[in-house]
Each structure stands twice: as C-alpha cells, then as structure tokens.
C-alpha cells in the first residue's frame, strides 16, 4: 500500500470511535473505546494510543500514517486544545492540550483537532452532502445541537477557535428552558434528541391527549419517531413544534451566512419523513424574500457508521 493514510478520531462523552481512512474516504479499520470511564486524562490518552496502535496494524499501516484528525466537544483548531467540556468526565473544569499529549504518545505523529460539529462539516465537504459547496452550515442533531459555518470553503473559528455555536442562540428569552451550557431558552434545550424528549415529557403532563408515549418510563427521541410512524398524533405534533422552532432559527442563520444549503446530520437528523416540512416552512416563513425558497435543506449522505471518523479524518489531510 503505497498511498498516505490517515487516522480519525471522534471523542464523544460516552465513547471514542476510531478509524484508519484513505484518500478515497474508505474506513480500512476501526474500533471504539470507552470515553467515560476515566477521571484524568492521561490514562485515556495511553488507552487511545494503544488502541490506534491496534488499528494500524489491522490495516498493514504502519509507517503510512500522515496525521491524526480529531473531532471533540469544546476542542480549539488553533490550540489543539480541548477546553472546559462539560460532558467529558476528564476535561470538565480544565484545558486539555489534547493534541500535543495525543502526539506524544503515538511516537511523534501530528494531530490536528476541532469542535466536533466542525469535523462533522469538514467531513460532509470533503465526502458528503457538501462536495462541491463552497459555503453552507452543518447542523448536528443529537444530544445536543451543534454546528459547523463553511463560508468561502473554510470553516469559520472566529479569533479564538470557538465560533459556531449556533446551538447556544436564544429561542424562548422569556421564562426558557435551563441548557446544559448555563443560559436558558437555547436553541439546543428544545430541538436536540434530548430537548424533543423533555417537550414530549412536558405535554402529557399538561393535557389528557392519548398517546402511546404515555406508557413509557422514560422517553427518547426515538420513541417519538416511532410513535410518530404509528400515525401518533402527539409525536406528529412535536415534530411539527420541533421542526417548526429549527426552521425559524435557521432562517437567522441564513440571513447571516447566505449559504448555499444546510446540512443536517445526527440521530434526530434520521426523522426526515417527519421534520423536512416543519423545517422548510419554518425556515420560509421567516426568512427575508430575498432568499425564500432558494437555500437547500439536504441529509448527511455520509454511513452513520463512519461519519464522525471521516469527519475528523478530513482534517489530518491539512497535516
């Protein structure tokens, strides 16, 4: 194998997936360790290099790998550094320089880190949806909402590293939900996996409407989906409010970037069936005639199954 190969590297706050790629975007070998069972970082760092290690190996790499990209919460392009995240169990309070002790610890091989919903985006450019689009916005809809601003083919960091929090802007500015970041009435508190699930939680207790949610201890976003597949009319109506709300803020978004489209990605992203119309009326209604109907709302067209390697693959091929 004569060609460069890369590593990517995905650090959730549960689990780490991990992955050799080739230009092509084919994953030669991948593996997945635990995020969550370490209280400092240097044992995960020693785990983490022991499993690349493995991978390498599996993929007769060794010696061909070019760089490492990884994609993690609150992670700083500039720095290398992962800063203050909270849903990480060893970087809650502190500055991890990720990068260099990532690099040190697989022998000197450069390390090239971002947000993750920045890798996410890098990965739909250089592999997906946004091949060929110079400026778009990815959002990533999970556990929390991310996003990623490709303006003139480069991912906007601002002057720190940290711009793009699209998730973190105001919805409701009165009497709003507490988000996970400390404000209330973020967008990320109604329309993650997690905030459809609280809004769920919060209508049967208001009304007496029939739904098969009702016998459910504890309600996920994937419970409302299939529910909603059911012809529900409760998990109907949630998609529509949930759909709805992105819409309008994704309208603001677009009058700031004009871009191109926008890119949905994540486990909530899968309910398209149910969120495409809320989504796009919501985004028209609300956005300046100037640009009704003329941004595309697209899916990631990347297997759910390797986007995230991909996604942060993509930047070690900067490296």
């Keep these: 194998m004569a060609q460069d190969l890369v590593i990517g590297i995905d650090v959730g706050g549960q689990t780490t997936k991990c992955g050799v790629v080739d230009a092509r975007g084919t994953v030669l070998a991948q593996t997945v360790i ?35 990209g990884v994609g993690a919460p609150n992670g700083n392009y500039y720095t290398g550094t992962i800063e203050y995240a ?11 320089d990720f990068a260099r002790l990532l690099s040190e610890a697989m022998g000197g091989i450069p390390v090239k880190l971002t947000n993750d919903a920045n890798a996410a985006a ?29 303006i ?27 988000c996970g970041c400390g404000k ?25 409407e029939p739904s098969t949610l009702r016998s ?24 529509e409010f949930t759909g709805h709300m992105l819409g309008e803020k994704l309208a603001d978004f677009i009058e700031f970037s004009a871009p191109e489209a ?12 149910f969120l495409t119309d809320p989504i796009t009326r919501g985004m028209n209604e609300n956005v300046l005639p100037l ?11 990347l297997k759910e199954s390797d986007a995230a390697i991909l996604g942060a693959s993509s930047l070690a091929w900067e490296l």
């Design 34 to 68: 635990r995020t969550d069972t370490y209280t400092s970082v240097e044992p995960y760092i020693a785990e983490l290099a022991e499993a690349l290690n493995r991978i390498i190996t599996e993929a007769n790499a060794e010696g061909l790998i070019r760089g490492i």
């Design 184 to 208: 209330t009435g973020c967008l990320e508190a109604y329309c993650s996996a997690i905030g459809m699930a609280r809004t769920a939680r919060e209508w049967l207790e208001m009304s007496d």
């Design 262 to 273: 926008i890119v949905l990605f994540g486990g909530l992203a899968r309910s398209k069936e």
């Design 152 to 178: 003139d083919g480069k991912v906007v960091y601002g002057h720190d590293g940290f711009a793009g929090e699209l998730g973190h802007t105001c919805v409701v500015r009165h009497n709003g939900r507490s």
């Design 291 to 301: 640009w009704r109907g003329k941004v595309k709302l697209v899916y990631s067209q």
């Design 122 to 150: 890098m990965g739909e450019m250089t592999y997906g949806a946004a091949r060929g689009m110079k400026d778009f916005i990815m959002i990533t809809l999970g556990t929390g909402v991310g996003s990623g601003i490709v």
């Design 86 to 96: 909270p849903n990480l169990t060893w970087a809650g309070q502190k500055k991890i």
């Design 216 to 239: 459910l201890d504890k309600i996920t976003s994937k419970d409302i989906y299939e529910a909603a597949k059911e012809g529900d009319k409760v998990a109907l109506k949630l998609f």
